[in-house]
């Protein structure tokens, strides 16, 4: 059955229809490649913590999986490793994203969303994405990383490029990973010239004096933070704002009482959470899940955001309820997998709905329909045209 259109164009109406009757089905993404999708809330939970389902792309099947081809040095990364490496590398960097350090990080990050909507003015019309959702956490990972102001490039046109590729441009996500590989390889020569009291000299120092890193692992430690700390919060943002945007009655619940914007945050995540999917698994044997067996090396996507919407476990799980319990919800993973940088992304979201809150009463929609970016894998904004 191909439902990559659907999968991509109407997700959450492919997902309903699956988890009532095929949980765990087999599917043809938008590359021709199968693989068997699950999307039961307890079915999707129990799989991301299942030692048997490998992110290591060598427990694939011969052309059972095509994927994202990056080059060695930014493919050592924790998205493609299980326990023992994963094990090492995560406690190294993990310390980075502790609740204490984030703490120290929210005041900076108030700083930063105050001066963007300073450079907006007191009115007028603007792409929320571009002038707000995308440079905040841009800013953000760059002061975590140590990237000095003048290197700080358009990291946004490298990752759509990577994780939207034209098909009028085959060239392009070579390019674009080609460019990012360039600029980690001055970064770190630059650091280890001249170290400083940042995430990057730290990991180098890891690296060349403790021999715990290899220089891939390095190289594509740095790549994936940068890569995944932006992405993922630029979109976590743009689908709060315009979730809060198309529901005025929650939207003025919370200007009256700011102290429910961390809980609503979370709820903001179940409902519109930036990925869709996982990142793909391989079964290192033959494993039933649902009543299914999923022979060994094939492909499984299992459905963050079908999970979040099943009804099983949420009631009523397509409405926006601020005052919802959303203990238990998958939007950032589950597992030794779960996001290293929630913390980080959770303070950022919420930073960044608390100064719109502030400072624009008046924000709304200047388009009825958002564009989303197409992509099975990630739910995302193109644009959010916005009047304040």
Request: proline fraction near 9%.
């Given at each position: 059955?191909?439902?990559?259109?659907?999968?991509?164009?109407?997700?959450?109406?492919?997902?309903?229809?699956?988890?009532?009757?095929?949980?765990?089905?087999?599917?043809?993404?938008?590359?021709?490649?199968?693989?068997?999708?699950?999307?039961?809330?307890?079915?999707?939970?129990?799989?991301?913590?299942?030692?048997?389902?490998?992110?290591?792309?060598?427990?694939?099947?011969?052309?059972?999986?095509?994927?994202?081809?990056?080059?060695?040095?930014?493919?050592?990364?924790?998205?493609?490793?299980?326990?023992?490496?994963?094990?090492?590398?995560?406690?190294?960097?993990?310390?980075?994203?502790?609740?204490?350090?984030?703490?120290?990080?929210?005041?900076?990050?108030?700083?930063?969303?105050?001066?963007?909507?300073?450079?907006?003015?007191?009115?007028?019309?603007?792409?929320?994405?571009?002038?707000?959702?995308?440079?905040?956490?841009?800013?953000?990972?760059?002061?975590?990383?140590?990237?000095?102001?003048?290197?700080?490039?358009?990291?946004?046109?490298?990752?759509?490029?990577?994780?939207?590729?034209?098909?009028?441009?085959?060239?392009?996500?070579?390019?674009?990973?080609?460019?990012?590989?360039?600029?980690?390889?001055?970064?770190?020569?630059?650091?280890?010239?001249?170290?400083?009291?940042?995430?990057?000299?730290?990991?180098?120092?890891?690296?060349?004096?403790?021999?715990?890193?290899?220089?891939?692992?390095?190289?594509?430690?740095?790549?994936?933070?940068?890569?995944?700390?932006?992405?993922?919060?630029?979109?976590?943002?743009?689908?709060?704002?315009?979730?809060?945007?198309?529901?005025?009655?929650?939207?003025?619940?919370?200007?009256?009482?700011?102290?429910?914007?961390?809980?609503?945050?979370?709820?903001?995540?179940?409902?519109?959470?930036?990925?869709?999917?996982?990142?793909?698994?391989?079964?290192?044997?033959?494993?039933?899940?649902?009543?299914?067996?999923?022979?060994?090396?094939?492909?499984?996507?299992?459905s963050l955001s079908a999970a979040n919407r099943d009804p099983a476990r949420f009631p009523d799980p397509g409405r926006l309820d601020l005052s919802r319990d959303t203990a238990g919800h998958l939007a950032l993973g589950h597992g030794i997998h779960h996001c290293l940088g929630a913390p980080l992304a959770r303070a950022e979201t919420e930073i960044a709905l608390a100064a719109l809150l502030d400072r624009l009463p008046e924000l709304a929609l200047a388009e009825p329909e958002p564009t989303w970016r197409p992509s099975m894998r990630v739910r995302g904004?193109?644009?959010?045209?916005?009047?304040?």
């Amino acid at each position: 059955m191909d439902l990559a259109h659907g999968l991509v164009d109407h997700p959450y109406d492919v997902y309903r229809r699956l988890r009532d009757t095929a949980p765990v089905h087999r599917v043809t993404g938008p590359d021709g490649t199968s693989a068997w999708l699950v999307t039961r809330y307890e079915d999707v939970r129990a799989a991301l913590a299942d030692p048997r389902l490998s992110l290591d792309k060598r427990h694939a099947s011969a052309g059972a999986y095509k994927g994202l081809s990056l080059p060695p040095a930014l493919d050592v990364n924790l998205l493609n490793m299980d326990p023992p490496d994963h094990t090492r590398i995560r406690r190294l960097v993990g310390r980075a994203f502790t609740p204490g350090r984030v703490q120290r990080l929210r005041e900076p990050v108030r700083r930063t969303a105050d001066r963007l909507l300073d450079a907006l003015g007191p009115h007028g019309t603007t792409d929320l994405i571009a002038s707000y959702a995308a440079p905040l956490p841009i800013t953000v990972i760059c002061d975590l990383l140590g990237i000095p102001q003048p290197d700080r490039l358009d990291f946004r046109q490298w990752t759509d490029t990577l994780m939207t590729p034209d098909p009028s441009r085959p060239d392009a996500s070579k390019e674009a990973m080609a460019a990012m590989l360039g600029f980690l390889t001055r970064l770190l020569a630059a650091k280890r010239a001249e170290p400083a009291d940042d995430l990057l000299s730290g990991l180098i120092a890891v690296r060349d004096e403790g021999d715990r890193l290899t220089e891939d692992e390095l190289m594509s430690l740095a790549f994936l933070i940068l890569f995944a700390g932006y992405e993922n919060t630029v979109h976590l943002i743009g689908n709060a704002v315009l979730t809060l945007l198309q529901h005025p009655d929650q939207l003025a619940r919370l200007r009256k009482d700011p102290a429910r914007l961390p809980a609503a945050v979370d709820e903001l995540m179940r409902l519109e959470g930036p990925a869709l999917l996982a990142i793909r698994r391989f079964p290192v044997e033959d494993v039933t899940i649902a009543g299914v067996t999923v022979p060994a090396g094939e492909t499984v996507w299992v459905s963050l955001s079908a999970a979040n919407r099943d009804p099983a476990r949420f009631p009523d799980p397509g409405r926006l309820d601020l005052s919802r319990d959303t203990a238990g919800h998958l939007a950032l993973g589950h597992g030794i997998h779960h996001c290293l940088g929630a913390p980080l992304a959770r303070a950022e979201t919420e930073i960044a709905l608390a100064a719109l809150l502030d400072r624009l009463p008046e924000l709304a929609l200047a388009e009825p329909e958002p564009t989303w970016r197409p992509s099975m894998r990630v739910r995302g904004l193109s644009s959010l045209p916005v009047t304040y």
